[in-house]
C-alpha cells in the first residue's frame, strides 16, 4: 500500500512540474540579442573574484587603495570599484568609487593612472546601503 501511494504521489509531482513549466513558457515573447564573443581570450581575462582583494597602485607603483568590491550601476550599464583607502588593520579605512574603465589592468597589478591616497581622500565616502 506505501508503495503504490508514493508512486501515485511520484506521478503527480512529475505531473505537476511538467505542465507548470509549460505555464511559465506562456509569457509574451523576448526579445533578447545575442552576441558572440571570442571565448578563448575572455577564459584568460580577470574574475571578478580575483580582482577584488587586489592592490592597486598608481604610476609610480605606490599603492594607493584595494579593490573592496566592484558594483554596477542601478541601470546595469556601468560598472565601479569600490576601493578602500587608507587605514590600518581594517580601522580608519575609507571606500570611495571610481569607474572601473578608469582602471588599468597590468600583467601582475591594477594602475589608477594619476591616483593618490590624498587624492583618493578628497573623493565623497561611499557607505554600502543598509537594506
Known sequence: MNRIAILTGAALLAAAAATGGAAYGQGAPQNVQLVRVDVTTLASGYRASKVIGSNVVNDGNDKIGAIDDLLVSPDGKRPFAVLSVGGFLGMGTRYVIVPYEAL????????????????LKTLPEFKYATD
Not at 104 to 119: C, E, R, T, Y
Open 104 to 119: 588599468v589592468f597590468g600583467k601582475d597589478k591594477i594602475i589608477l593612472p594619476g591616483g593618490s591616497v590624498d587624492g
